[in-house]
T-cell receptor, first 116, second 110 residues
Framework: GAVVSQHPSWVICKSGTSVKIECRSLDFQATTMFWYRQFPKQSLMLMATSNEGSKATYEQGVEKDKFLINHASLTLSTLTVTSAHPEDSSFYIC????????????FGPGTRLTVL | QKEVEQNSGPLSVPEGAIASLNCTYSDRGSQSFFWYRQYSGKSPELIMFIYSNGDKEDGRFTAQLNKASQYVSLLIRDSQPSDSATYLCAVNPTGNQFYFGTGTSLTVIP
């Protein structure tokens, strides 16, 4: 149980285009989903927290107009990187929380984005 | 001040030895503590979590929590080359907030 999927797993795009990444909780309802970014040899950096049906809460320094997050249902959240640039190339990982008391999160497999 | 601190390593241990990974946190009100393992190019996978003072054992892994010292550790007994990875400590102060450490790189030498 507690499986989280991401799609696509790998994407290459041209500078200036937009890329949408999907995160799905397959066997549980996720009250909260998180989006992280990880650059090579660095730790996870939380970008934003989203609750179903409400606006995402972005961490300081993360541009909400550039990284659009939609949490349309209890099993689906999307991250759209708008007008992507090479510096946005990174490993994007989502996680989902079923709202357990201990706060456990279940991670998706990640999406590697390369912007040319 | 960082919320969660870990020694980045790299930590090298011979196969069969005990690997000891340490983590300190700043929020005294933190409730839950997690250890994740991350292989290169992959997303983190949960090893175990702990929320009570003392030790919690799961197979070759033992998590130790000392809330008074704001310290949590992970011991890996009988280390195997497949344990070579980056180990992330995560702390859950309240609700759904998670703070991750920068991770400790572990290499188990055959």
């Amino acid at each position: 149980g507690a499986v989280v999927s991401q799609h696509p797993s790998w994407v290459i795009c041209k500078s200036g285009t937009s890329v949408k990444i999907e995160c799905r909780s397959l066997d549980f309802q996720a009250t909260t989903m998180f989006w992280y970014r990880q650059f090579p040899k660095q730790s996870l950096m939380l970008m934003a927290t989203s609750n179903e049906g409400s606006k995402a809460t972005y961490e300081q320094g993360v541009e909400k107009d550039k990284f659009l997050i939609n949490h349309a249902s209890l099993t689906l959240s999307t991250l759209t990187v708008t007008s992507a640039h090479p510096e946005d190339s990174s490993f994007y990982i989502c996680s989902a929380s079923p709202g357990l008391a201990d706060g456990e999160q279940f991670f998706g497999p990640g999406t590697r984005l390369t912007v040319l | 001040q960082k919320e969660v601190e870990q020694n980045s390593g790299p930590l090298s241990v011979p196969e069969g030895a005990i690997a000891s990974l340490n983590c300190t946190y700043s929020d005294r009100g933190s409730q839950s503590f997690f250890w994740y393992r991350q292989y290169s190019g992959k997303s983190p996978e949960l090893i175990m979590f702990i929320y009570s003072n003392g030790d919690k054992e799961d197979g070759r892994f033992t998590a130790q929590l000392n809330k008074a010292s704001q310290y949590v550790s992970l011991l890996i007994r009988d280390s195997q080359p497949s344990d070579s990875a980056t180990y992330l400590c995560a702390v859950n102060p309240t609700g759904n907030q998670f703070y991750f450490g920068t991770g400790t790189s572990l290499t188990v030498i055959p």
